[in-house]
Nanobody
Framework: QVALVESGGGLVQDGGSLRLSCAAS????????VGWFRQAPGKEREFVAS????????YYADSVKGRFTLSRDSAKNTVYLQMNSLKPEDTALYYC???????????????WGQGTQVTVSS
């Protein structure tokens, strides 16, 4: 079993930056595909980014390409989501997810974190 804990959320102004962290315990994070999703109040959950468990290829939603960067630090058992040029529409609760195979934009994953709030003011 793997437990995921997100951190790094907060309040920033339009155009600001945040770095979210997803720390894992109970397993070796490098053996899992990891992704980020977000959900704003009254909206459906949406895919943000993911990184594969093999060659660490990254995938991003069109809405965040060029602004967000996903990376992993295997030594720290942590995955990071660097978010730059934040916009008010990025405001949401951000969730980390991990899967033994793939983290896809849709479909189930093996593990979910409890989320960290990101709020971007205009």
């Amino acid at each position: 079993q793997v437990a995921l804990v997100e951190s790094g959320g907060g309040l920033v102004q339009d155009g600001g930056s945040l770095r979210l962290s997803c720390a894992a315990s109970g397993g070796t994070f490098s053996r899992y595909a990891v992704g980020w999703f977000r959900q704003a109040p009254g909206k459906e959950r949406e895919f943000v980014a993911s990184i594969t468990r093999t060659i660490s290829s990254t995938y991003y939603a069109d809405s965040v390409k060029g602004r967000f960067t996903l990376s992993r630090d295997s030594a720290k058992n942590t995955v990071y989501l660097q978010m730059n040029s934040l916009k008010p529409e990025d405001t949401a609760l951000y969730y980390c997810a991990a899967d033994r195979d793939y983290v896809r934009p849709t479909g189930p994953v093996d593990y979910w974190g409890q989320g960290t709030q990101v709020t971007v003011s205009s």
